[in-house]
């Protein structure tokens, strides 16, 4: 089982900058990918970076690319997600999620991920 407990979330402007975390329970963290979707108000829940166990693979969603960066400490127990350049249309409320991987693998689909935070709350101001 693996608790995961997302912060950081808050209100800026836009082409400001924030950093997520997610804090993770459990001693097999460094066994899970990592991932990071985000729900818009009527709309679907949406793919956004994913992270590798080893984070050495890396996957970003088209509209991010460029703009966050998705990094884990083993050590720490904690995945974070990096977002510069913010913009209005990034407005959403943002999960961690876990996956039981090995190797390289890394997720896009949320139907791959077996555990998901609470998340938080992200408002960027046009």
């Known amino acids: 089982q693996v608790q995961l407990v997302e912060s950081g979330g808050g209100l800026v402007q836009a082409g400001g900058s924030l950093r997520l975390s997610c804090a993770a329970s459990?001693?097999?963290?460094?066994?899970?990918?990592m991932g990071w979707f985000r729900q818009a108000p009527g709309k679907e829940r949406e793919f956004v970076a994913a992270?590798?166990?080893?984070?050495?693979?890396?996957y970003y969603a088209d509209s991010v690319k460029g703009r966050f960066t998705i990094s884990r400490d083993n050590a720490k127990n904690t995945v974070y997600l990096q977002m510069n350049s913010l913009k209005p249309e990034d407005t959403a409320v943002y999960y961690c999620?876990?996956?039981?991987?090995?190797?390289?693998?890394?997720?896009?689909?949320?139907?791959?991920?077996?555990?998901w935070g609470q998340g938080t709350q992200v408002t960027v101001s046009s």
């Open positions: 992270i590798s166990w080893s984070g050495f693979s890396t």
């Open positions: 999620t876990a996956a039981r991987a090995t190797g390289s693998d890394a997720y896009t689909s949320s139907r791959k991920y077996d555990y």
């Open positions: 459990g001693r097999t963290f460094s066994s899970y990918a």
